[in-house]
């Protein structure tokens, strides 16, 4: 993304099967190099999705054999959340697990802690990565326009790395935005990304987007075009197109008058497994963006469905994906350029983005403390921002 400028990817949340399918054949359509991933809420020990960190690799593997997909493609753990020490202690054990399951990249999210704690989660938890793999941390948890990320704060996190040897490749804010289906006119601020990004642009760091449901495709060209973002995640988007429900031109879904979504009867799951979803909702109640939930147990039944009404689930995906990297991301032909890249490094690592700056005698553990407390931070409302 960077090789071509101006140019993010999809890092598309899997969180079933027709949204891996989907989304490959668009990238390959677009020859575009991507990324499918899963975040911890989603696909951890906890998890709502059948998809889920120790799966995805295989899945995506078997589809791209199947399908022939020749385009660069990246595995990414998204929001590996770390809460405590307690978090810390189990991610010792279980990242190792999940690289090993096949995964290339993680997103260490422990931007519900305060920043010192943030920063040295980071430090105790990067040991257990591969020297290859790829590495987002995130500062700034995603709540829309309360705890709204700062340069400060950023600089803080990546100049703590830094001086540790430790070179992000993404870094993800809460800029504005939040997860599900965005519903304000507020959406992403790009300024206030743009601003962070060019405070850290002497340490190669480049952007993550979250919560991209729901932006308006103008709105999304601007991260584009004024900041240094490569990597977009979109979940919920893809999880309501896969199941055909009525989506506008960006992803959210459409409501009727009583506030329930439209099921579209040419696209997505039959009508009769859409009406056995909205039953089993009502019972559960379920409702509104916790129709996520539904993935888990309805995985197996949308999987028995005949092969026409699968391959409309995974088309409807496939359409959608490869808009958004060909007319808003900008992500056409970045797989010649990976493939380039991979050829000229003559590995999949091609090394780590930045270098060394910052002086490790000014960020020992003790120094990370005495500099945490001079930060003007506002988190923002306590409260569950997981996804």
């Known amino acids: 993304m960077i090789k071509k400028g101006n140019a993010m990817t999809i890092a598309a949340n899997g969180r079933n099967h027709f949204v891996i399918r989907g989304a490959l054949m668009a990238a390959q359509r677009a020859n575009a190099a991507i990324l499918l991933e899963i975040a911890k ?81 980071n430090l105790a938890l990067h040991a257990y990565l591969p020297d290859w793999a790829g590495y987002e941390t995130e500062i700034g948890e995603i709540k ?60 190669n760091v480049s952007g993550a987007q979250h919560g991209t449901s729901g932006n308006n495709s103008e709105r999304l060209r601007c991260i584009v075009q004024e900041t240094h973002t490569t990597k977009a995640n979109v979940a919920t988007a893809l999880q309501m197109i896969s199941w055909g429900v009525k989506v506008n031109d960006f992803g959210n879904a459409i409501l009727d008058e009583g506030g329930e979504f439209v099921k579209m009867p040419d696209a997505g799951m039959s009508e009769e497994m859409w009406r056995e979803m909205v039953a089993y909702a009502k019972v559960q109640d379920i409702k509104g963006g916790n129709y996520k939930k539904l993935n888990l147990p309805f995985e197996n039944k949308l999987l028995a469905q005949p092969i026409e009404i699968r391959e409309r689930m995974a088309k409807g995906v496939e359409d959608f994906v490869y808009g958004l990297l060909t007319r808003v991301f900008n992500a056409q032909d970045t797989a010649s350029l990976a493939l380039e890249a991979i050829l000229e490094a003559g590995s999949y690592d091609l090394g780590p983005k930045g270098t060394r700056i910052e002086d490790p005698t000014q960020w020992t553990e003790a120094r990370i403390h005495e500099r945490a407390e001079g930060l003007d931070s506002d988190k923002g409302p306590a409260g569950d921002f997981d996804d």
Request: charged fraction near 20%.
């Open 41 to 121: 809420s989603e696909g951890g020990r906890s998890a709502y999705c059948p998809v889920n960190y120790w799966n995805i690799a295989r899945q995506v593997d078997a589809v791209v054999n199947e399908l022939g997909i020749t385009v660069p493609v990246a595995i990414h753990a998204d929001h590996y959340g770390i809460k405590s020490d307690k978090d810390v202690e189990e991610a010792r054990v279980e990242i190792p697990t999940m690289f090993e399951a096949g995964m290339t990249s993680i997103a260490i999210d422990a931007s519900h802690m305060p920043d010192q704690e943030n920063l040295l989660a």
């Open 144 to 203: 829309g326009t309360l705890g709204l990320s700062t340069p400060d704060e950023a600089l803080f996190l990546i100049q703590g790395l830094n001086a540790n040897d430790i070179f992000p490749d993404w870094i993800a804010l809460n800029n504005g935005t939040t997860h599900g289906i965005e519903q304000s006119d507020e959406g992403i601020q790009v300024p206030l990304t743009a601003q962070i990004h060019e405070a850290l642009a002497k340490y």
